[in-house]
């Protein structure tokens, strides 16, 4: 604002070019960006003096207003926002319990030990569609035993084999590649 006063009093020649500095020193001591207010008790004219406090009251009505409606935006904008903060983390847990269902289901039936919870978690959790997929298509393990306690692994005791899944394997080796995980 006070930039545009300048120029214009430059475009008037009311200012030199060695008086700038004054006149912007001047420019400061004034409070430019805050609305001028008039006094309408000093106004004479008894009809200007009640248009212009009725217009005074007008801005402070709308002033209040302006100031209810932003608190009211905020206030809407941080409940939308802890809604979409809830439903993310509500939905994060019913992924969570999908994906732990999901694994116990196919430790259940047979089509991978114990031993790879982990790796089937991180599996179907990367791309739960495929490793409902892979786990369908799965041969149930032959060493499989209706049961068999969790963290019990076959091939364990002596003279029993090992899972084809606990060994290298290429259709292993390859589902590992595919979803980038590896069971550590």
């Known amino acids: 604002m006070r930039e545009k006063i300048l120029a214009l009093l430059k475009t008037l020649g ?6 700038q500095a004054q006149v912007l020193a001047e420019l400061d001591k004034l409070d430019l960006e805050k609305a001028p207010v008039i006094d309408a008790s000093k106004v004479p004219d008894a009809g200007m003096k009640a248009m212009l406090e009725s217009i005074q009251t007008q801005i402070q009505i709308l002033t209040n207003d302006n100031k209810t409606l932003r608190d009211a935006l905020a206030g809407e904008k941080q ?5 979409i903060k809830a439903q993310n983390e509500a939905n994060a847990a019913e992924q969570a319990k999908k994906v732990k269902t999901a694994v116990d289901d196919a430790i259940k039936a047979g089509k991978f030990p114990e031993a790879k919870r982990d790796f089937l978690t991180k599996l179907y959790e990367k791309d739960f569609d495929s490793a409902t997929e892979i786990v369908k298509d799965a041969p149930v393990d032959k ?11 076959p091939g364990e005791k002596p003279g029993e084999m090992k899972s084809p899944l606990e060994v290298s394997s290429p259709l292993l080796d390859s589902v590992k590649k595919f979803a980038n995980i590896t069971d550590n």
């Open 143 to 153: 060493h499989f035993k209706p049961g068999e306690k969790p963290g019990e692994k």
């Open 14 to 19: 009311l200012v030199k070019d060695e008086n």
């Open 79 to 83: 409940a939308r926002e802890a809604a």
